[in-house]
């Protein structure tokens, strides 16, 4: 049941009407979400196995925007209020789409992000989600003020949209993705392996063979929650082990990542929406793999790698090469390597759309401050680049 007095209400020129509440006061929101994914084309992140989740480790406080065509609910979102700091001297009051402000919670990664939205109405429930917020963010009644609205892990097609409600748009972050094509290579007739470069290709069949040496080499998918959880806490330790050792904290130094990924597993194991594969040769354990699996999508969304001094090894090929084959001979219609540009990415899939963080801005004067000093910052870091090549090519000269 949804509270009588939503925060804020608008109605759209296309018949879209749109209204805030708070997430407690929207009892049937679990079943209000999963009865829009049936009408949604979205990836596992927009899903409510994942939300739901993320709402309840984050205890509830969101904001619930709902987008409505007639009575049917056409759009839903979730989102934070969030004061956040920068260069000592600026405090921004921001609206987050999906996402808490918080870096040690947003360790999560959120991909893929945006508004639920029923494939009928599409774009348009997008754009009148937007101008819907734009026209609450003045209207202090609503307790919906913001300076900027942060849309992080939102695809490349997304930016248009923002640009489109004439707000200043600042793009703090841009990531490429890589993914393979699994409908693609069935209709090509040829394996997989026949879709990467030649290098990669002779890695992949030399490592297999020396793996084969230590005995069968398989990826194993953990059948019972019980079952991931033992996966689970060895991938950590793979894991951290290896960032450690590079200096770097690793995924589980932040205790919200592990505790949110652990009810993950156990809400959507027994439901197949996530996996744990577990590769091996013999006993010998290889690497595991974490995966969202929705419709056919397969997000490869963490590893823990077992790293060799024989550099010929390839722990990350190997273990990403059989979770590929599996879900090739399963029927799914992409691996997703998400967002980074790790080399192995590149190797073993094709360009996806590139990940995005925007972050819509009211007219503030701070704000339109910081962006003339962001830009005088780049126009001096090119300046400088430009005069070091300069430098350079004399030198050679």
């Given at each position: 049941?949804?509270?009588?007095?939503?925060?804020?209400?608008?109605?759209?020129?296309?018949?879209?009407?749109?209204?805030?509440?708070?997430?407690?006061?929207?009892?049937?929101?679990?079943?209000?979400?999963?009865?829009?994914?049936?009408?949604?084309?979205?990836s596992f992140y927009l899903s409510w196995d994942w939300m739901g989740r993320w709402l309840a480790e984050i205890?509830?406080?969101?904001?619930?925007?709902?987008?409505?065509?007639?009575?049917?609910?056409?759009?839903?979102?979730?989102?934070?209020?969030?004061?956040?700091?920068?260069?000592?001297?600026?405090?921004?009051?921001?609206?987050?789409?999906?996402?808490?402000g918080d870096p040690d919670i947003d360790v999560i990664t959120m991909e893929y992000n945006g508004f639920l939205?029923?494939?009928?109405?599409?774009?348009?429930?997008?754009?009148?989600?937007?101008?819907?917020?734009?026209?609450?963010?003045?209207?202090?009644?609503?307790?919906?003020?913001?300076?900027?609205?942060?849309?992080?892990?939102?695809?490349?097609?997304?930016?248009?949209?923002?640009?489109?409600?004439?707000?200043?748009?600042?793009?703090?972050?841009?990531?490429?993705?890589?993914?393979?094509?699994?409908?693609?290579?069935?209709?090509?007739?040829?394996?997989?392996?026949?879709?990467?470069?030649?290098?990669?290709?002779?890695?992949?069949?030399?490592?297999?063979?020396?793996?084969?040496?230590?005995?069968?080499?398989?990826?194993?998918?953990?059948?019972?929650?019980?079952?991931?959880?033992?996966?689970?806490?060895?991938m950590r330790d793979l894991h951290q082990r290896y960032w450690v050792a590079r200096g770097e904290p690793g995924?589980?130094?932040?205790?919200?990542?592990?505790?949110?990924?652990?009810?993950?597993?156990?809400?959507?194991?027994?439901?197949?929406?996530?996996?744990?594969?577990?590769?091996?040769?013999?006993?010998?354990?290889?690497?595991?793999?974490?995966?969202?699996?929705?419709?056919?999508?397969?997000?490869?969304?963490?590893?823990?790698?077992?790293?060799?001094?024989?550099?010929?090894?390839?722990?990350?090929?190997?273990?990403?090469?059989?979770?590929?084959?599996?879900?090739?001979?399963?029927?799914?219609?992409?691996?997703?390597?998400?967002?980074?540009?790790?080399?192995?990415?590149?190797?073993?899939?094709?360009?996806?759309?590139?990940?995005?963080?925007?972050?819509?801005?009211?007219?503030?004067?701070?704000?339109?401050?910081?962006?003339?000093?962001?830009?005088?910052?780049?126009?001096?870091?090119?300046?400088?680049?430009?005069?070091?090549?300069?430098?350079?090519?004399?030198?050679?000269?």
């Open positions: 049941m949804i509270g009588a007095r939503p925060e804020s209400a608008s109605r759209s020129p296309l018949g879209l009407s749109f209204s805030l509440h708070r997430a407690h006061e929207v009892g049937n929101l679990g079943a209000l979400w999963r009865g829009l994914e049936t009408r949604a084309d979205a205890g509830g406080d969101a904001r619930v925007l709902i987008g409505r065509l007639g009575s049917e609910v056409v759009a839903l979102g979730l989102l934070r209020d969030a004061t956040l700091r920068r260069h000592g001297w600026l405090t921004v009051k921001a609206l987050m789409l999906h996402q808490v939205v029923d494939r009928a109405v599409g774009e348009a429930a997008t754009r009148g989600a937007l101008e819907f917020l734009k026209r609450s963010a003045g209207d202090g009644a609503s307790g919906a003020d913001w300076d900027e609205l942060h849309l992080g892990g939102v695809a490349d097609s997304f930016e248009p949209l923002a640009r489109d409600t004439g707000m200043a748009l600042w793009v703090q972050s841009r990531a490429p993705s890589w993914s393979v094509d699994l409908e693609a290579i069935r209709r090509s007739g040829r394996g997989y392996l026949a879709h990467v470069g030649a290098s990669t290709r002779y890695q992949i069949r030399r490592a297999l063979r020396l793996y084969e040496a230590r005995g069968p080499v398989a990826a194993t998918r953990a059948a019972t929650v019980p079952d991931a959880m033992r996966f689970y806490a060895e995924s589980y130094a932040f205790p919200f990542y592990e505790k949110f990924h652990r009810g993950l597993l156990a809400d959507c194991l027994p439901r197949g929406t996530v996996e744990l594969l577990r590769v091996a040769a013999g006993e010998t354990v290889i690497g595991y793999v974490y995966n969202l699996v929705y419709r056919g999508w397969v997000c490869a969304y963490h590893t823990g790698l077992a790293y060799d001094a024989d550099p010929r090894l390839k722990p990350g090929l190997v273990s990403h090469y059989l979770a590929i084959e599996r879900h090739l001979a399963e029927g799914a219609r992409v691996y997703d390597f998400l967002a980074g540009d790790n080399r192995y990415k590149a190797n073993l899939g094709t360009p996806g759309p590139a990940m995005l963080h925007l972050a819509l801005q009211r007219p503030r004067a701070k704000l339109q401050a910081e962006s003339v000093l962001r830009r005088v910052k780049a126009s001096l870091r090119s300046f400088a680049g430009d005069a070091a090549a300069k430098e350079e090519r004399g030198t050679a000269g």
